[in-house]
């Protein structure tokens, strides 16, 4: 199977809470799930042992100095989950959503190759009494993902449904680690208030709430060191789709290692697919009139799928407007491919802005299936350059 290069710029919006995460006010919901409502402005930090590039210390309760669990290939990806476990917990406290309001301030950008396409909610839930999560029918993408202390997917809830877990449903643990996305309609204050909403709208029951601690204290220093060479291997040897799993059986060494450090809490493929699109010749890369032409992907859209491009600059940030495109937004030429251009003025169709030596990320939400998704990415990569217009 192909490697993918440049695995890092896929990296999901995992990393917001490794920065010193924020203490926010919490309030009461008429809902079963109390909320902690995220501020870019919160007053009060929260050192929560996680870097802002993930690496750990014993600030972190699942971590020490010394007298530690010396980490190794079998409990890494175990360690890496209850940094981000324990995390949570010491912001929101158990059994608490907190949600980001508002969309990513381009002039304060503190997470490395962002995704805009949706807002992110997060919570730590004991599920040792049962838990259930109900998601109320919506015509846009939202989902709760539901990782176990192993970060298996156990569970992804889309709007309309209702899904109950028990320890049973667990490889490990009695805690999960819910990550929910939803997608505004728009990023004005009308479509911002309306994917709020949407937010409060679900529910989850939980018939315990016992605060998450890690059974085990992992050697910090030797976590550290393990997972920075994993994610440098990543970088050339991973393969997205071996890596994000929704079954223990399913491990693949060391794919799992690799891809669950360098993204934690990313999707499983038949959930959503990513692959980095870079320039095809050296008029591209530094940033002349370029474009590209695609089928679009096969997606679910009948769930309210959709694919998206992000522009980033070398360093993984956007610094261009406009800087994406997707699904919805971009119009289709007659026979319903899709033209992308790339700093082709205002008269050019679906015209996105690059800096020089840009990388992109394709992400699409919802394929139809795993191996046709894998092909389009292969037959996209090969037969699809992004190449300068003469």
């Not at 959930?271 to 679009?296: I, Q, R, W």
């Given at each position: 199977?192909?490697?993918?290069?440049?695995l890092?710029?896929?990296?999901?919006?995992?990393?917001l809470?490794?920065?010193?995460?924020?203490?926010?006010?919490?309030k009461?919901s008429?809902?079963?799930?109390?909320?902690?409502?995220?501020?870019?402005?919160?007053?009060?930090?929260v050192?929560?042992?996680?870097g802002?590039?993930?690496?750990?210390?014993?600030?972190?309760?699942?971590?020490?100095?010394?007298?530690?669990?010396?980490?190794?290939?079998?409990n890494?990806?175990?360690?890496?989950?209850a940094?981000?476990?324990?995390?949570?917990?010491?912001?929101?406290?158990?059994?608490?959503?907190?949600?980001e309001?508002?969309?990513?301030?381009?002039?304060?950008?503190?997470?490395?190759?962002?995704?805009?396409?949706?807002?992110?909610?997060?919570?730590?839930?004991?599920?040792?009494?049962?838990?259930?999560?109900?998601?109320?029918?919506?015509d846009?993408?939202q989902?709760?993902?539901?990782?176990?202390?192993?970060?298996v997917?156990?569970?992804?809830?889309?709007?309309?449904?209702?899904?109950s877990?028990?320890?049973?449903?667990l490889?490990?643990?009695?805690?999960?680690?819910?990550?929910?996305?939803?997608?505004?309609?728009?990023?004005d204050?009308?479509?911002?208030?309306?994917?709020?909403?949407?937010?409060?709208?679900?529910?989850?029951?939980?018939?315990?709430?016992?605060?998450?601690?890690s059974?085990v204290?992992?050697?910090?220093?030797?976590?550290?060191?393990?997972?920075?060479e994993?994610?440098?291997?990543?970088?050339?040897?991973?393969?997205?789709?071996?890596?994000?799993?929704?079954?223990?059986?399913?491990?693949k060494?060391?794919?799992?290692?690799?891809?669950?450090?360098?993204?934690?809490?990313?999707l499983?493929?038949?959930?959503?697919?990513?692959?980095?699109?870079?320039?095809?010749?050296?008029?591209?890369?530094?940033?002349?009139?370029?474009?590209?032409?695609?089928?679009?992907?096969?997606?679910?859209y009948?769930?309210?799928?959709?694919?998206?491009?992000?522009?980033y600059?070398?360093?993984g940030w956007?610094?261009?407007n406009?800087?994406?495109?997707?699904?919805?937004?971009?119009?289709?030429?007659?026979d319903?491919?899709i033209?992308?251009?790339?700093?082709?003025?205002e008269?050019?169709?679906?015209?996105i802005?690059?800096?020089?030596?840009?990388?992109?990320?394709f992400?699409?939400?919802?394929?139809?299936?795993?191996?046709?998704?894998?092909?389009?990415?292969?037959?996209?990569?090969?037969?699809?350059?992004?190449?300068?217009?003469?």
């Amino acid at each position: 199977m192909k490697k993918l290069s440049l695995l890092l710029i896929f990296c999901l919006s995992t990393l917001l809470i490794a920065c010193n995460g924020k203490k926010k006010n919490e309030k009461e919901s008429s809902k079963e799930n109390t909320e902690v409502t995220a501020t870019s402005k919160a007053k009060n930090d929260v050192d929560t042992g996680v870097g802002k590039n993930g690496e750990a210390s014993s600030v972190n309760p699942a971590f020490v100095d010394q007298g530690g669990e010396e980490v190794n290939m079998e409990n890494v990806i175990r360690a890496e989950t209850a940094k981000y476990l324990a995390a949570e917990t010491m912001i929101s406290g158990p059994n608490k959503f907190r949600h980001e309001r508002n969309g990513i301030d381009l002039d304060n950008q503190t997470v490395i190759r962002s995704n805009f396409d949706a807002i992110y909610s997060y919570a730590v839930y004991d599920v040792s009494g049962g838990l259930e999560i109900s998601v109320p029918e919506y015509d846009l993408y939202q989902i709760v993902q539901v990782l176990d202390e192993n970060s298996v997917t156990i569970g992804v809830v889309y709007p309309g449904e209702t899904k109950s877990f028990t320890k049973d449903d667990l490889s490990y643990g009695d805690h999960v680690y819910l990550f929910m996305r939803t997608r505004p309609r728009t990023y004005d204050e009308k479509g911002m208030e309306e994917m709020r909403k949407r937010q409060d709208a679900v529910t989850v029951e939980a018939g315990s709430a016992n605060p998450y601690g890690s059974e085990v204290k992992y050697d910090v220093e030797s976590f550290n060191k393990l997972r920075g060479e994993l994610i440098k291997r990543a970088i050339t040897e991973g393969v997205i789709e071996e890596g994000f799993i929704d079954d223990i059986d399913d491990i693949k060494t060391p794919q799992y290692q690799m891809i669950n450090t360098a993204g934690w809490a990313g999707l499983p493929a038949k959930h959503a697919y990513y692959f980095v699109v870079l320039p095809g010749d050296e008029g591209a890369k530094n940033g002349e009139h370029s474009s590209v032409t695609f089928e679009k992907p096969d997606l679910q859209y009948d769930r309210s799928a959709y694919w998206s491009i992000t522009i980033y600059n070398e360093q993984g940030w956007v610094v261009t407007n406009p800087f994406n495109t997707n699904s919805t937004k971009a119009v289709p030429n007659e026979d319903g491919t899709i033209t992308l251009n790339f700093n082709g003025g205002e008269d050019a169709i679906n015209n996105i802005k690059v800096p020089k030596n840009w990388n992109a990320l394709f992400r699409c939400y919802l394929p139809a299936s795993v191996p046709s998704i894998i092909e389009y990415r292969k037959d996209f990569v090969k037969n699809h350059k992004v190449l300068t217009v003469k």
